[in-house]
C-alpha cells in the first residue's frame, strides 16, 4: 500500500459547498495524483423509533440528486438527518430532530461514523438512535421554512420499514445502513 501524502489544495468552486482539486504524493516513489473532492460539511443521522407503539419515524423530501439521476419523483424516504454545521455533532442531530419532526428530545445515543461516498465527497455521517413517544412530539416539524426545507413526516409500523427496506423502496444510504442496525440489534422486536 502507498504512502500517501496531501502536497496541495486548490479550490476550484466554492458556493454552499467547496469542490477541491487535492493533489498528493507518494514520497516512496514517484508518484503524484489529482483527486477532485466535494465538501458540504459533516452531517449526522438519526433513526428515530417508538417502541411502546413499534413504530419508526421517517421523512420525506425531494432530493434533487436523487431525481436528476432517474428517481421517479425525487421525493426519498430518509431519517432525520442534516448538517453538523458550527456545532458538535450531538448538538446537531438534538437540533434537526426537533426541527424535522417536531420531536423534543435530550438524549440519543451515538452509534459511529462512516464516509458514504469517500471517493469523491469528504463528508464525515455521524449516526445515532434515539427512543421517542407520542408525549415528546410537541412541535409540528417539518423543516426550517428559511432553508427552504419541505419534510413531511412519516411514521410507519416496524413490519411496514422492514417490507419498505426489503423491497428497496427506501433507496437513501444513511436509512438503509440505520435500519439494518435497528434489525441486526433487535431494536424492531
Not at 419532526?101 to 469523491?120: C, Q, S, W
Request: aromatic residues 10%.
Amino acid at each position: 500500500m502507498k504512502s500517501w501524502k496531501i502536497d496541495s489544495v486548490e479550490i476550484l468552486y466554492q458556493g454552499w459547498a467547496t469542490l477541491s482539486a487535492f493533489f498528493l504524493s507518494d514520497p516512496d516513489q514517484d508518484l503524484i495524483i489529482r483527486r477532485e473532492v466535494f465538501d458540504s460539511g459533516d452531517g449526522v443521522a438519526a433513526f428515530l423509533y417508538n417502541p411502546e407503539k413499534k413504530k419508526i419515524m421517517l421523512t420525506k423530501q425531494f432530493r434533487v440528486a436523487a431525481f436528476a439521476n432517474g428517481h421517479a419523483d425525487g421525493y426519498l424516504l430518509e431519517t432525520c438527518a442534516g448538517l453538523v454545521d458550527d456545532l458538535d455533532a450531538e448538538e446537531a442531530i438534538i437540533k434537526e430532530i426537533w426541527e424535522e419532526t417536531g420531536i423534543k428530545t435530550h438524549e440519543v445515543n451515538y452509534l459511529f461514523d462512516v464516509f458514504v461516498t469517500p471517493g469523491a465527497h469528504k463528508e464525515k455521517l455521524s449516526l445515532y438512535t434515539c427512543v421517542y413517544n407520542d408525549s415528546m412530539r410537541i412541535g409540528e416539524g417539518g423543516g426550517v421554512e428559511e432553508e427552504n426545507e419541505e419534510i413531511e413526516i412519516i411514521e410507519i409500523s416496524y413490519n411496514e420499514a422492514i417490507e419498505l427496506l426489503s423491497s428497496g423502496k427506501i433507496q437513501d444510504a444513511k436509512t438503509v445502513i440505520l435500519l439494518q442496525y435497528a434489525i441486526q440489534k433487535g431494536l424492531l422486536q
